[in-house]
T-cell receptor, first 113, second 115 residues
Framework: NAGVTQTPKFQVLKTGQSMTLQCAQDMNHEYMSWYRQDPGMGLRLIHY???????DQGEVPNGYNVSRSTTEDFPLRLLSAAPSQTSVYFCASRPTGRRNEQYFGPGTRLTVT | AQSVTQPDIHITVSEGASLELRCNYSYGATPYLFWYVQSPGQGLQLLLKYFSGDTLVQGIKGFEAEFKRSQSSFNLRKPSVHWSDAAEYFC?????????????FGTGTRLQVTL
């Protein structure tokens, strides 16, 4: 098992550019989520999904889109990057029936200039 | 809404000394509680979790935590710290019902270990 994988590890964008952060898991987990981590603020939930075709907003969803067409993949899209989106992004997944024990990917460090 | 407070931003301990990291939560029902550790440049790794039952839970790497309902606390402890324990530690609380399964994290405590 590769667990939760994220690509890319690092990315630099200019303001206004768009991009997609990739997240995949090979553990057949139903629940997947995206967090952003900023200094002094812990991790904040952006979007989550309880299964293929079902997504919902978290605490800080503005500026981000998600979709879940398969159980394995949960990409995060930045439509028009802003400097405020400079952060480290973590994807996580959780097995069905074991509430809240989430497994995290290694993260993507995004800088928007 | 639930919330988590980690009052110590940064703690320094000597190798071999004992450690206690504080975590207080605010939640109306019995919470699910977690401690995660993050080494520099890495993702988060689950140390231990509390769902119900015995209030003293054991985790990996020699860590333990005690759930105290009366104090709304879930402090993390280790009797003897190793230099490799230097990392950032996050306490988190999860919803107890439904399938949304959202976690709320504290702001983290950075642990420095001196030799």
């Amino acid at each position: 098992n590769a667990g939760v994988t994220q690509t890319p590890k690092f990315q630099v964008l200019k303001t206004g550019q768009s991009m997609t952060l990739q997240c995949a898991q090979d553990m057949n987990h139903e629940y997947m989520s995206w967090y952003r981590q900023d200094p002094g603020m812990g991790l904040r939930l952006i979007h989550y999904s309880v299964g293929a075709g079902i997504t919902d907003q978290g605490e800080v969803p503005n500026g981000y889109n998600v979709s879940r067409s398969t159980t394995e993949d949960f990409p995060l899209r930045l439509l028009s990057a802003a400097p405020s989106q400079t952060s480290v992004y973590f994807c996580a997944s959780r097995p069905t029936g074991r509430r809240n024990e989430q497994y995290f990917g290694p993260g993507t460090r995004l800088t928007v200039t | 809404a639930q919330s988590v407070t980690q009052p110590d931003i940064h703690i320094t301990v000597s190798e071999g000394a004992s450690l206690e990291l504080r975590c207080n939560y605010s939640y109306g029902a019995t919470p699910y509680l977690f401690w995660y550790v993050q080494s520099p440049g890495q993702g988060l790794q689950l140390l231990l979790k509390y769902f119900s039952g015995d209030t003293l839970v054991q985790g990996i790497k020699g860590f333990e935590a005690e759930f105290k309902r009366s104090q709304s606390s879930f402090n993390l402890r280790k009797p003897s710290v190793h230099w490799s324990d230097a990392a950032e530690y996050f306490c988190a609380v999860g919803l107890n019902t439904g399938t949304a399964s959202k976690l709320t994290f504290g702001t983290g405590t950075r642990l420095q270990v001196t030799l």
